[in-house]
């Protein structure tokens, strides 16, 4: 292989950060550095999904290992690897990709696996991150250990700066630019699904359906040991009788909980929980938190629905029915990006900066209701500017619109 294993690139994903973009993301298959090019750009220099790129003063396709393309994602198959034991977590070592994630328990040994990029990267016990994932495994040599555990595997190559795995020269279209790379901290590493691309929806995540465990009971037993008859002799204390308690004056009312027909966005799903879907919202009309529990529903983030609500404590709203699918609100967009994060653009108002009992400057926007950012304290603020926001928390249980971005 005369290529540079430092400098060569693979187009492992296709994703939509927002309507009508699509994008692939090229990862560096040493250091895990990730790149967001858009897909237009690559397919004119003969580039797709699943190809292995040189990257030196520009980007040429090499032959590297043979790919299968399932839906968006790009596997890389043959890859020959030995199955180690690194501070209690199973890793796969490879010369070409570093140490690959082992999702299943599997004796130690010579393996050819099939691997694939995960979404984020995935931080190990040892606090080495790693950036592929092996699917299909096959055992090539079996070769017992004497040892429990291994001495640490040394991360493939740390961060490598973009100065040096960066072309010298921009001189072609599909010359990537960074997206965070392997700075991004690490996440759950739920493989996306291999569904077709829902454009302006990202890529949903797919959690297994655990089949029931249906057990047989063999056997009878030990027998229940039978309580013999006791006589019950006198007759005891009486039982005093409750006394009849008068009530006096109606008391508080209970008050009726809120039904309403309201507006609300999909902001993330906890798939096939106990049978069901959570779908967690943001309600538009009241600029609060919701939740929709169906078995019969699945919605992706990003999806502006209304249904019938119920408010079950303050300004927390459960979705009693779906209704209908409605048009993305005027003055609201968005999209996801490649950690399944789900972000809104939208233009602020009533700017007022940090200072006294405010921690964050703050502001306001239709439909989000109070916005909160320390972003502003760095920018010239003007309100006619369009402003990119993500739910984050602050402190242990409470989250905030927050500005992350100037647009």
């Not at 250091?31 to 397919?43: A, I, M, P, S, W």
């Not at 309580?227 to 005093?240: I, M």
Request: proline share 5%; charged share 25%.
């Amino acid at each position: 292989m005369a290529a540079d294993q430092q400098r060569i690139l693979f187009c492992s994903r296709r994703w939509s950060p927002i309507e009508g973009k699509v994008n692939i993301n090229l990862i560096n298959t040493k250091t895990g550095e990730r790149y967001d090019v858009e897909e237009h750009n690559l397919q004119k220099d003969h580039f797709q999904l699943g190809d292995f790129l040189n990257w030196t003063d520009k980007l040429d396709k090499i032959n590297y290992f043979p790919v299968e393309i399932d839906g968006n994602i790009a596997y890389v198959k043959n890859v020959r690897a030995k199955l180690l034991l690194n501070n209690g977590s199973l890793v796969f070592r490879t010369e070409e990709f570093g140490n690959v994630f082992c999702p299943t328990y599997l004796p130690t040994g010579d393996y050819r696996i099939k691997i694939h990029s995960l979404i984020t990267p995935k931080t190990l016990s040892s606090g080495e991150e790693v950036h592929f994932e092996a699917t299909d495994k096959v055992l090539i040599s079996n070769t017992p250990s004497t040892q429990t555990t291994f001495a640490p595997i040394a991360p493939a190559l740390a961060q490598v700066s973009a100065q040096r795995v960066g072309p010298k020269s921009p001189v072609t279209a599909a010359s990537p630019t960074p997206s965070g790379g392997s700075s991004v901290g690490s996440r759950a590493s739920t493989p996306a699904g291999n569904n077709d691309i829902v454009k302006g929806a990202g890529f949903p995540k797919q959690n297994p359906k655990w089949k029931q465990n249906k057990k047989t009971v063999v056997g009878n037993g030990f027998p229940v040991k039978k309580e013999d008859n006791k006589v019950v002799v006198g007759e005891g204390f009486a039982v005093p009788k409750q006394e009849e308690k008068v009530v006096v004056g109606a008391g508080f009312e209970v008050k009726p909980q809120k039904t309403m027909k309201l507006r609300a966005v999909v902001l993330s799903i906890n798939e096939n929980k106990n049978g069901s879907n959570t779908h967690y919202l943001w309600i538009l009309d009241r600029h609060a938190e919701g939740r929709f529990v169906s078995k019969d529903y699945k919605l992706l983030q990003g999806h502006f629905f209304e249904g019938i609500f119920k408010e079950n404590t303050a300004n927390r709203w459960n979705c009693e029915k779906y209704e209908r699918q409605i048009e993305k609100l005027s003055g609201i967009d968005g999209g996801i990006d490649y950690e399944q994060k789900i972000w809104f653009t939208v233009t602020i108002n009533n700017f007022q900066p940090a200072g006294g009992n405010r921690r964050f400057g703050n502001a306001s926007a239709k439909y989000f209701g109070e916005i909160a950012s320390y972003y502003y304290q760095k920018i010239q603020y003007n309100n006619s500017f369009a402003f990119r926001l993500r739910r984050k928390g602050v402190g242990e249980k409470d989250y905030v619109w927050m500005v992350v971005e100037k647009l």
